[in-house]
């Protein structure tokens, strides 16, 4: 080959190997890209149950809105009444925006909390409340899904209470999970946090 000649390959076998080089670095940086929206989340999932007005009540609830998801029973002796109190409280404070976020009790204990007993129940809390109960087997899987932990403990004086999982959990206006809420500071400053994902 003439010298002119190697020039030109050698500029086109530097073009190309720069080319190679190129692609490869578009691939690398695509395949560290965001982590895709689609990964399911530790927390949450489907779930078919009923609030205490007896209508029906899925995970498509959760859409348009944040939401408050805790799980309890009406014969809770105290952590479920505070827990119920304090979010009242948020809602008053949340005030017009109240109507903005989502509250669900979800009961632990089926059997005993009809819908009629969840609605006079929380007849005592704020009315945004939505206690949500059903079929037993379709209650554990909403708790599989939420990764809570519930079981009947019997009482010497007879019938039982539950252990349970008292975490609230915060999912976001897609439905789906972002923390566990803190409900041990002042209901303004739940009520601030809780505006942050309107
Ligand atoms: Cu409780």
Do not use: W
Request: charged share 25%; net charge neutral.
């Amino acid at each position: 080959m003439k010298p002119a000649t190697i020039r030109i390959v050698t500029v086109i076998a530097a073009f190309i190997a720069g080319l190679g080089a190129f692609s490869i670095a578009i691939f690398l940086i695509s395949g560290r890209g965001p982590v895709p929206i689609t990964q399911p989340s530790a927390v949450g999932g489907p779930f078919r149950l009923v609030d205490q007005n007896g209508e029906a009540v899925t995970e498509e609830a959760l859409k348009g809105r944040p939401s408050l998801v805790f799980f309890g029973f009406t014969h809770c002796p105290d952590i479920c009444p505070t827990t119920l109190f304090d979010v009242s409280e948020i809602y008053k404070a949340l005030g017009n925006d109240g109507d903005k976020v989502k509250a669900f009790f979800v009961s632990v204990d089926p059997e005993r909390d009809t819908p009629a007993i969840l609605k006079e129940y929380l007849s005592s809390f704020d009315p945004r409340l939505r206690g949500l109960t059903g079929d037993p087997v379709a209650v554990a899987a909403m708790e599989k899904a939420y990764r809570v932990y519930s079981k009947k403990i019997p009482l010497d004086a007879g019938g039982y209470t539950m252990d349970h999982t008292a975490l609230v959990y915060l999912m976001d206006k897609d439905g789906r999970f972002v923390a566990p809420f803190n409900l041990k500071r002042r209901p303004e400053e739940s009520a601030a946090e809780l505006k942050r994902y309107l």
